[in-house]
C-alpha cells in the first residue's frame, strides 16, 4: 500500500510514548482539581499537540504528492581517465534504473569526454543500450554535460540528474554551474567511478632545462601521482632511446623521481618518461615528455690576482670540458660586449683595488642586468682583505664584507696622528683657480679642515664599539679626541672634537707617533693600528726604538704622505711598521685613501686554523659528491652571510665557506676559502674537486630559454571504431 507520507526517521516515533504520560498526568491533575478542570484540559491538549509536532519533526515526516513523471538525465564519463571496466560498470548502472522506472517516467543519456555528446533523448522506453557515437576521450568537461544535460526537461515533473564520474575534470568549471541546478529545480546526484582507483598511477609532468651547456651535466624531475604506496619502474627515454631506469617505491599521492643526464650532443632533444606498475588501470597516463635544447660548452673568464691563483682552477675547469681563459686583473675587459663574451667570470684572490671601480660596475652590469653568473674566490688580497667592503662588487654576492655581526668580529683600536703645523693651514688642491693673483691670496679649504672631515669618513665604516683617537702634533704633540669607544662619540661628537684644530707650528713627527703608541699599548683590543698623515719635512730623530715597539706590542703602522718633504721617511716608517705607504699629490684624495685603509683594517680578518666544512644547505652544487666526508680546509676569509642568501657550506664557527643568490637576472657564487696550496691543500688534492668545481661553475651559468617551439597535432579517424590515430609535428618558430 502507498502511503501518502514518508518517515525519514521512524526511530523517533518511540517518543511518542511521552504523549501517553501527558495525557495520564493531565487527567489525575483534573481529578484532583474539578473547578480547573476545563483549563487543565485545554492546556493538556495543548502540550500533546506541540509535544506530537516535535516527535514528527524529528522523525522527518514528509508529504508525497503526485508530481507528474519523474524525468532523470543520466551523464556518463567516457573520458580517457575512465577505465574500460568502469565505464562498462556505468552502462550497467544506467541499464537497471531504466528497467526499475515507472511506466510513466523519463529517462535521457548522455556521454562525454573532451565533449558532452547525446546519447539518448528524454523519453520511457525501459531499455538503453549504448549509441555508437563515442566523445573524444582527450580531455574531461563535465561542465558541458551539465550544460547539456540540463537543456533536456520538459516542463512539468520532477527532474533528477544523476552524474557517473571519476571526477577528475580538465576542462570547464563543473563546480560554478552545478550550483545554479537547485534554481532550475533540479536534482543532482554523483555516482563516483573508479572503485578500482587504489590501482593507478599516472606520469603528471615531466620538467627539464629549457637548456643545458655541453659537456654538462643535467637534472630531470619525473613527477608521479600514485592512488597507493606501490612498487614501480620508471624510465628515462632521450630521442627514443633508453638512457636509464629506475626502480622506485612510491607513496600515495605526489612522488619525485630524478634523473642527472650528461649534455652531449648539441641540439634539440625530446626526454620521454614512462612508468609502469602492477595492476595499473590506465596505460594512456603513464608517459610525459619535456624538450631540452643542449648549446655550445660554456666559456668562463678566470680573473686571477697571481698565476697560481688560477692553476689548480684552470684544470678542474678544462676536465669539465669548460672553454677557460685566464687574465690578470689589468687585463680584465670593461666592457660589456666583451665580458658578455663569457659565460661567467671567476674572481680568483683578485683584490678590489687590481680590478678598479670601473671593472667592477661592469661586472655588476654584467651579472644584474646579462643574467650572467660571477664567482668570488677567496685568499689573501680577496673579500674584505681585498678592499671589497662597501664596493660595488660586494652588492653582487650572497655576502658581505662586513663582519660585524659575527662572533669573530676582532675588536679595533685605531689612532690618527695628524700633523697640524702651519704648512697645513694652506689650502692645498690644486689648480690656479685657487689662487687670486690680484688679491695675493690663497681660498677654498685648507688641508687640515680635508682631514678632518676624511677622519669623521672613514669612521662611519666602524663599529660603535671600536676605539678611536686622534693626536694631534706639531712642535709638540697632544690629543685631540682622547681614545674611547666611538659609540660612546657618535659622528657629530667627533666631528665636534675635531673642530675647534688650527694649523700652526713646526713639524714634529716622532713626539706625536710616540704619544699615539703609548695612548694604544694599555687598551684591549685584537687590532691596534696607527694611521700617521703629514706634508713636510720634520726634525731629525731615531725611530729605531720606537719601531720596535710599535710591533713588538702588535700594533701596524701606515703612513700617508701628503708632500714631497717626508715621503722617504714615511715610506720606511710603514714599511717597517707592517701598515701601507700612500704617497698623494693632491690632498683631496685622503678622505678615500683613509676610507681604503679603514676598509682594508675592518676587512682583512680571516681565520687560518684547521677545520673541516659542515654541510647546512642542499645544492646542485654537491649533488653526487661524498658529502659526509668533505677534505679539510686550513683557512678562509670571514664574511657575512646577506639574509636572502643560502649558506651550502660553514665552518664549525657558523661563517659561511659556500654560499649562492640570485642577483638580478644572474646568480653569484662565493668560496671564502682558496684554490691553492695556503688554505686547500688537501681540497684540490680530492677526487671531487673538479666536479665541485664544475658544478659552481654550472650553477651560474646563465639560464637561457630554449628557441621557439610550435608542436601541431593532428587527429584523424583511426582503423578502429572510436580510435583516433594522432600525427605531431614539432618545428621551430621560424619554421624549420
Request: hydrophobic share 40%.
Amino acid at each position: 500500500m502507498n502511503l501518502p507520507f514518508t518517515l525519514n526517521e521512524p526511530k523517533y516515533l518511540l517518543l511518542l510514548l511521552a504523549l501517553g504520560v501527558v495525557i495520564v498526568l493531565g487527567q489525575m491533575s483534573a481529578v484532583a482539581r474539578p473547578r480547573d478542570r476545563a483549563r487543565i484540559h485545554l492546556s493538556t491538549a495543548l502540550r500533546s499537540i506541540i509535544l506530537l509536532l516535535i516527535v514528527l519533526a524529528l522523525a522527518g515526516l514528509q508529504l508525497i504528492s503526485s508530481g507528474g513523471p519523474l524525468n532523470v538525465v543520466f551523464l556518463i564519463d567516457e573520458s580517457g581517465s575512465v577505465s574500460p571496466a568502469d565505464r562498462e560498470a556505468a552502462s550497467s548502472y544506467v541499464r537497471a534504473a531504466a528497467a526499475r522506472m515507472g511506466s510513466d517516467d523519463r529517462l535521457a543519456v548522455v556521454r562525454f569526454g573532451e565533449q558532452a555528446v547525446l546519447d539518448r533523448a528524454l523519453g520511457a522506453s525501459p531499455i538503453w543500450e549504448p549509441g555508437k557515437q563515442q566523445p573524444s576521450m582527450l580531455a574531461t568537461n563535465i561542465e558541458e554535460a551539465i550544460q547539456l544535460g540540463s537543456a533536456l526537461y520538459p516542463e512539468g515533473g520532477a527532474r533528477r540528474m544523476v552524474l557517473l564520474t571519476d571526477g577528475r575534470e580538465t576542462t570547464g568549471a563543473a563546480n560554478a554551474i552545478a550550483r545554479n541546478l537547485q534554481e532550475q529545480g533540479i536534482q543532482l546526484s554523483v555516482v563516483p567511478l573508479g572503485s578500482e582507483s587504489a590501482n593507478e598511477v599516472a606520469v603528471d609532468q615531466v620538467l627539464s632545462p629549457r637548456s643545458a651547456p655541453s659537456g654538462q651535466k643535467y637534472d630531470v624531475r619525473v613527477l608521479l601521482k600514485s592512488s597507493v604506496d606501490r612498487a614501480a619502474a620508471v624510465s628515462l627515454n632521450v630521442d627514443g632511446v633508453k638512457v636509464e631506469e629506475k626502480g622506485v617505491q612510491l607513496r600515495s599521492g605526489d612522488n619525485v623521481v630524478e634523473f642527472t643526464l650528461d649534455a652531449t650532443s648539441e641540439g634539440f632533444h625530446v626526454l620521454d618518461a614512462h612508468v609502469s606498475s602492477p595492476d595499473d588501470r590506465t596505460q594512456e597516463n603513464n608517459v610525459g615528455s619535456s624538450f631540452t635544447v643542449v648549446r655550445p660548452p660554456p666559456s668562463v673568464l678566470v680573473v686571477a690576482g697571481k698565476p697560481e691563483d688560477a692553476t689548480p682552477l684552470k684544470v678542474a675547469l678544462e676536465a669539465n670540458k669548460i672553454a677557460v681563459a685566464v687574465v690578470e686583473p689589468g687585463a680584465m675587459p670593461l666592457l660589456i660586449e666583451d665580458l658578455g663574451k663569457f659565460d661567467t667570470v671567476v674572481l680568483a684572490n683578485a683584490s678590489a683595488e687590481s680590478i678598479g671601480t670601473e671593472g667592477q660596475l661592469a661586472l655588476q652590469s654584467f651579472v644584474r642586468d646579462g643574467g650572467h653568473g660571477l664567482v668570488m674566490i677567496g685568499g689573501d688580497v680577496s673579500f674584505g682583505a681585498g678592499g671589497y667592503l662597501r664596493s660595488p662588487l660586494e652588492e653582487v654576492l650572497p655576502v658581505s664584507m662586513d663582519v660585524r655581526s659575527s662572533a669573530e668580529r676582532a675588536s679595533i683600536a685605531m689612532t690618527f696622528v695628524v700633523d697640524k703645523s702651519g704648512s697645513m693651514g694652506r689650502c692645498h688642491c690644486g689648480g690656479n683657480q685657487q689662487f687670486d693673483p690680484a688679491m695675493r691670496t690663497e681660498f677654498g679649504v685648507n688641508k687640515l679642515d680635508i682631514i678632518k672631515q676624511a677622519i669623521v669618513k672613514a669612521s662611519a665604516l666602524m663599529n660603535s664599539t671600536d676605539k678611536i683617537g686622534v693626536v694631534g702634533f706639531d712642535s709638540a704633540p697632544s690629543w685631540l679626541v682622547n681614545i674611547q669607544e666611538l659609540g660612546s662619540l657618535g659622528e657629530t661628537g667627533l666631528q665636534q672634537s675635531l673642530q675647534p684644530i688650527v694649523a700652526q707650528g713646526e713639524t714634529h713627527v716622532h713626539p706625536g707617533l710616540q704619544t699615539a703608541v703609548n695612548g694604544l699599548l694599555p687598551v684591549d683590543a685584537q687590532l691596534k693600528h696607527v694611521v700617521l698623515l703629514s706634508d713636510g719635512w720634520t726634525k731629525q730623530a731615531d725611530f729605531t726604538d720606537l719601531i720596535t715597539q710599535i710591533r713588538a706590542s702588535g700594533m701596524t703602522l701606515t703612513t700617508v704622505a701628503a708632500g714631497e718633504g717626508a715621503s722617504d721617511l714615511l715610506k720606511e716608517l710603514a714599511q717597517k711598521g707592517g701598515g701601507e705607504y700612500y704617497q698623494i699629490k693632491d690632498i683631496r684624495e685622503v678622505p678615500d685613501i683613509l676610507l681604503k685603509e679603514t676598509v682594508r683594517l675592518i676587512g682583512a680578518f680571516y681565520v687560518e686554523e684547521r677545520l673541516v666544512p659542515v654541510v647546512s644547505g642542499q645544492s646542485p652544487i654537491l649533488s653526487g659528491l661524498e658529502q659526509n666526508d668533505l677534505p679539510p680546509l686550513l683557512g678562509y676569509n670571514s664574511t657575512t652571510l646577506k639574509p636572502s642568501a643560502e649558506a651550502i657550506l660553514k665552518s664549525p664557527r657558523g661563517d659561511p665557506l659556500l654560499a649562492q643568490w640570485q642577483y638580478g637576472l644572474g646568480r653569484s657564487v662565493v668560496w671564502t676559502s682558496d684554490a691553492k696550496g695556503r688554505w686547500a691543500t688537501d681540497w684540490i688534492k680530492w677526487a671531487g674537486f673538479s666536479q665541485f668545481v664544475g658544478q659552481m661553475i654550472n650553477w651560474t651559468l646563465p639560464q637561457e630559454s630554449a628557441p621557439g617551439v610550435v608542436a601541431n597535432v593532428e587527429l584523424s579517424q583511426g582503423t578502429r571504431p572510436s580510435s583516433y590515430d594522432a600525427e605531431v609535428r614539432i618545428e621551430s618558430a621560424d619554421g624549420q
